[in-house]
């Protein structure tokens, strides 16, 4: 056979594999708003950096007249490309393809790529669309999925880990995704459960569909199990793009660093975004708009918990992974939710080596029956121990209400914070002073004559006593009391001195979170 032959022969095999499972099938997803595979792939990557690995693997089952059925690629496709200049390994299950379902040869295609990954220190992206495990290959099939969680967990902390939903996502497959460290889901298309409607009404006779079960929104507001949603597939792999721009590509390394840009100081002027009444709440997204390069925040986990708000921006061209209370939102308090949203991030920007930026304004943890027995002082504790652990630089910015716990968890000096800064606006005590009046001043406000008057008067002792940073500064708690105009100066310098830090916690296997 001459080479030609060979090539052509090489050529057709190719081919025959590339069709998927064919243009009926493909048309099928098209309708459905959803983009094939390769498709998906090549519009993530950079134009022609995608190369295709095991694109003739073929499957091993043997029952259920299996043998004479070929199934192109075993439906995932694994390669390598690269994102603005970057490379990365990626999968995309092909639902056309027996569904997208996982047998021991898909299995092994996945494994086989994460493991490229790990080895060459690059990160992961799983597409996954996919009716789950393969029915007819049994064991084999839990066995790969076993195999990926395992990597998936080693891969932890050492590269990034981005998950995308572009279909169902069914059963303990559903545990991959939750492994890692960036979920995406795409309006109406991403559906994702351990038990699908069906098993829910015969177990248990509630009835629910697919989208309200198990759709984008619900894990993007109510579960927290997506980081990021989108109303187009497209519109999710450009936000994929832009997450990736944030972050540095394994744990040895740092984030990019971009040309610095001076925020929009005409719409995000910190005078205008914050207001001179204490009592007025405002958007503290706009405060970190005010001081972060181009005035650009990425926020993470939009919908969920949004008492806090969690996502990237940049000073002086560096990435930082900011935390701040919300004051829009029950007042900015602390709950079972937001704390595992800090928590989470904080051990994301910990492991990857981008500094924490934490903008406090809180009246502390939530109070009630509902979150004390949904185990607020568990998942709290996490916030604690996240920022405890962490040895990132971390730089706090104090601007209204820092009390109580809140005052603690919020990354203060005590859970050693390189650099603690407040306005003079901020207010550091044990309790708000309404609150705190009525406790220790109880046997004076009751026993007076006009009770409302003097409980006014203990209100405004108190506050003048206590309710402000200089009590805090006093003690050394706080390293500067700022003009809030000087604060992108501060945090920048503090950051430009913190760049070779390199603080040691205690030898141990591992430590045990409050999980
Ligand atoms: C084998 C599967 C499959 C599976 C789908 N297909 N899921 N084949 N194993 N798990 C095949 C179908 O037979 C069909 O083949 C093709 O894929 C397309 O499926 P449709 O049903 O026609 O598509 P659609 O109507 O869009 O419905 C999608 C779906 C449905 C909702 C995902 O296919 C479905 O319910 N599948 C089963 C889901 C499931 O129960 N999976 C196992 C979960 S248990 P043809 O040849 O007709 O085109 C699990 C355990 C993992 O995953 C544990 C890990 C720890």
């Not at 005035?295 to 935390?323: H, K, M, W, Y």
Request: with cysteine; net charge positive; proline share 5%.
């Amino acid at each position: 056979m001459s080479l030609r032959s060979k090539t052509l022969e090489l050529k057709k095999r190719m081919q025959d594999a590339l069709q998927g499972g064919g243009s009926k099938a493909i048309q099928k997803q098209t309708a459905m708003g959803k983009m094939a595979a390769r498709e998906r792939i090549l519009y993530l990557l950079d134009p022609n950096s995608f190369h295709e690995y095991d694109l003739l693997v073929e499957h091993t089952a043997r029952d259920f007249d299996m043998d004479k059925k070929t199934l192109p690629g075993d439906g995932v496709i694994t390669g390598t490309g690269k994102i603005g200049g970057h490379p990365v390994c990626i999968y995309a299950q092909d639902f056309t393809v027996a569904g997208g379902s996982l047998g021991r040869m898909h299995a092994q295609k996945i494994t086989k790529i994460m493991d490229h990954a790990m080895k060459l220190k690059l990160p992961i992206i799983g597409i996954n669309d996919s009716g789950g495990a393969r029915i007819q290959e049994g064991v084999n099939s839990l066995a790969g999925y076993g195999e990926i969680f395992y990597r998936n967990t080693q891969a932890s902390g050492v590269i990034p880990q981005i998950s995308v939903i572009l279909g169902p996502c069914a059963g303990g497959a559903v545990y991959s995704p939750a492994l890692t460290d960036f979920v995406f889901v795409v309006d109406k298309i991403s559906k994702m459960f351990i038990t699908g409607p069906e098993v829910i009404k015969t177990v248990l006779g509630e009835e629910i569909s697919m989208e309200d079960l198990g759709g984008a929104k619900v894990h993007a507001e109510t579960t927290g199990n997506a980081h990021f949603f989108a109303n187009s597939e497209k519109e999710c792999f450009d936000q994929i793009k832009k997450l990736v721009t944030y972050i540095p590509w394994n744990n040895a390394k740092k984030a990019d660093t971009f040309p610095v840009k001076q925020p929009k100081t005409k719409t995000y002027n910190i005078e205008k975004v914050f207001p001179t009444d204490p009592k007025v709440p405002y958007d503290v997204r706009n405060v970190i708009k005010s001081i972060s390069d181009n005035s650009d925040f990425f926020e993470i986990q939009e919908f969920f918990a949004p008492n806090i708000v969690i996502g990237f921006s940049r000073l002086n061209g560096q990435t930082v992974g900011c935390v701040a209370n919300q004051p829009l939102v029950l007042a900015g308090v602390l709950d079972v939710d937001s704390s595992d949203k800090a928590a989470r991030f904080i051990r994301f920007c910990n492991a990857f080596n981008i500094p924490l930026v934490t903008l406090v304004d809180l009246p502390g943890y939530l109070p009630g029956i509902d979150q004390e027995h949904a185990g607020v002082i568990r998942h709290g504790a996490k916030v604690l121990y996240a920022y405890s652990e962490a040895t990132v630089p971390k730089i706090t910015l104090i601007l209204r209400k820092a009390y109580g716990g809140g005052y603690i968890a919020m990354c203060s000096n005590h859970l050693r914070a390189d650099f603690v800064f407040a306005w003079p606006t901020a207010e550091i005590a044990v309790m708000g002073p309404e609150g705190a009046a009525n406790i220790i001043f109880r046997n004076e406000i009751m026993s007076a004559e006009n009770p409302d008057e003097i409980r006014k008067q203990k209100v405004k002792e108190y506050k003048k006593k206590f309710a402000n940073p200089y009590v805090a500064a006093a003690y050394g708690y706080i390293d500067a009391v700022i003009d809030p105009k000087e604060t992108r100066k501060f945090l920048i310098h503090a950051m430009e001195i913190s760049v070779g830090k390199n603080e040691m916690r205690p030898e141990k296997k591992h430590g045990i979170p409050p999980f």
